[in-house]
T-cell receptor
Framework: GAVVSQHPSWVICKSGTSVKIECRSL??????MFWYRQFPKQSLMLMAT?????????EQGVEKDKFLINHASLTLSTLTVTSAHPEDSSFYIC????????????FGAGSRLTVL | AQSVTQLDSQVPVFEEAPVELRCNYS??????LFWYVQYPNQGLQLLLK??????LVKGINGFEAEFNKSQTSFHLRKPSVHISDTAEYFC????????????FGTGTRLTIIP
């Protein structure tokens, strides 16, 4: 079945540094990927839609300069949290549809970011 | 705009008892509905989905859900729960065919009591 792989699964960094999270689609190509953020004991909030070969589409209230998204190939999207601060600590989850227009998404296992 | 409401934030249930997790949605167009399960520190796993056809949908791990358009509900049920069902359950909706953007409910934490 379709698998989405995220790396790293957890990361701890110092305040002010940048952290990159990778999201890969295995065995299928994803022209679109979605990045979600989940605070402890809360729901998933869509941050942005990553589009292969073009700029990402950010949801209202999400700082695009803070959360840089790059979708350089059909199997890889990256989320870079720039100049991370403790309030950026969260669980970040990516997902991808098996094919364009598919209503069903496959989710990665998530990446837990802790900023000290 | 679509929205999803999960009224119960926590549901404790004794092992082998039945359970129902409630989900209501609002939308002005046709919707597609999903239930996802999240185990601690993991991503989301699809339990079941309603896209069209029969309103009673069966999923993995013995779960099922019924789409009720008149009541705008998509409640999740299991006749007999197991300890391993302890997890967070999210109801989600997307509008229209080909729309990949999911809107999630706030989640229900199901705790199974031995």
């Amino acid at each position: 079945g379709a698998v989405v792989s995220q790396h790293p699964s957890w990361v701890i960094c110092k305040s002010g540094t940048s952290v990159k999270i990778e999201c890969r689609s295995l065995d299928f190509q994803a022209t679109t990927m979605f990045w979600y953020r989940q605070f402890p004991k809360q729901s998933l909030m869509l941050m942005a839609t990553s589009n292969e070969g073009s700029k990402a589409t950010y949801e209202q209230g999400v700082e695009k300069d803070k959360f840089l998204i790059n979708h350089a190939s059909l199997t890889l999207s990256t989320l870079t949290v720039t100049s991370a601060h403790p309030e950026d600590s969260s669980f970040y989850i990516c997902s991808a549809p098996l094919f364009a227009g598919a209503n069903v998404l496959t989710f990665g296992a998530g990446s837990r970011l802790t900023v000290l | 705009a679509q929205s999803v409401t999960q009224l119960d934030s926590q549901v404790p249930v004794f092992e082998e008892a039945p359970v129902e997790l409630r989900c209501n949605y609002s939308s002005s167009v046709s919707v597609y509905l999903f239930w996802y399960v999240q185990y601690p520190n993991q991503g989301l796993q699809l339990l079941l989905k309603y896209l069209s056809g029969s309103t009673l949908v069966k999923g993995i791990n013995g779960f099922e859900a019924e789409f009720n358009k008149s009541q705008t509900s998509f409640h999740l049920r299991k006749p007999s729960v197991h300890i391993s069902d302890t997890a967070e359950y999210f109801c989600a909706v997307t509008e229209g065919f080909g729309n990949e953007k999911l809107t999630f409910g706030t989640g229900t934490r199901l705790t199974i009591i031995p």
